[in-house]
Each structure stands twice: as C-alpha cells, then as structure tokens.
C-alpha cells in the first residue's frame, strides 16, 4: 500500500498543479481520485474516505519541503469545503490554527494560482474566492442570526426603548 501511496502522491501534486493553472478552479476529491487511478493504472475498491486522505498529506508534506502553497487547498468536497485534513496540513506547515478553514483555504488557493502561474490570473493578482456554497451557506446563517437578534430585543411601545429582559423599561418604573 506504501507503494500505491508514493505512485498516487506523485499523480495527484501533477493534477493538481495543473488545476492550479486555472484561475478559481477546483476539483472534487472523487475527481483527484479518479485522475490518479486513470493516470497511474493503479486502481482501488476502496472507500475514497479511507485512501484520498493519505495522498493529500503526502502532497502537502512535499509542498511544505518546497515551501510552496499547500496544492490541497485545491481539492474539495462536492459542497465545495476543505475537509479536517487541509486543516492537519496547515497546521503541520504554518503551525498554526486556521481560524475560518474555508477563508484559509480560499486565500492559499489565490496563492498556489500566483505560484503556479495560472495562465488567466486578472492583472490585479486575483482574489481570494470562497465555494458559492460557502457564500450562500453563510448569508443564511447571518440572515438567521440577525432575525434571532431582533427577537431578542423588545423596545417598549411607548418610548422606544430597549427593555430589560424584565420586560420592564425606564417609563414603566
């Protein structure tokens, strides 16, 4: 298995450089999979969850030997998150905790395009760009947050104020 490990690693930091060269683009774990079998001839049954994993590590531990972006920001899941495994990555390279994983992940992709030299970069260096899931996903837990917020604070009906969780304000004292 060590073997079939070393021969995807090298397959899938090629695949992935070469997404790189494409300005926002991603693939989806099952489509690095299907790349590195179709690429290797070397095929598996086994579950992604239980191999994809490994390969993303060894390619993060060779771009941290070269003191390049991680390339396994690259990689998605359909939803277009990074998974708890480009979490372990940053932290083995950067030594640090990644606060928001998907900004994290979105800004060290601009990274690997610049790096990488992705043909269609903007003149501006590009921005840093998170899923469509991601940015509808958050918009509607702002969107509910603020609407539980307002639920919380009751003004009264006579002076406008806030009032207390009483339900008492300075007029009704």
Not at 11 to 36: N, P
Not at 151 to 169: A, H, N, P, R, Y
Request: include cysteine; aromatic fraction near 6%; hydrophobic fraction near 40%.
């Amino acid at each position: 298995m060590a073997d079939t490990q070393e021969i995807w690693s090298a397959q899938a930091r090629d695949v992935l450089i070469e997404v790189a060269g494409t300005y926002q683009r991603t693939l989806t774990y099952q489509q690095l999979a299907d790349a590195v079998q179709e690429r290797s001839g070397v095929y598996t049954r086994n579950l992604l969850q239980n191999w994809i994993g490994k390969i993303l590590s060894r390619v993060a531990a060779q771009c941290s030997a070269n003191a390049e972006p991680l390339l396994s920001s690259l990689c998605v899941s359909v939803n277009g998150t990074v998974g708890d495994g480009y979490a372990k990555a940053v932290r083995a390279m950067y030594d640090v905790d990644p606060g928001d994983l998907e900004l994290h992940a979105a800004e060290e992709r601009l990274r690997c395009y610049r790096y990488f030299g992705a043909l269609d970069l903007p003149a501006d260096g590009g921005v840093a760009t998170l899923a469509p899931s991601v940015v509808t996903a958050r918009a509607k837990a702002q969107k509910r947050d603020r609407s539980r917020r307002r639920e919380l604070v009751i003004t009264c009906g006579e002076c406008f104020q806030m009032q207390s969780l009483t339900g008492k304000c300075g007029c009704t004292w």
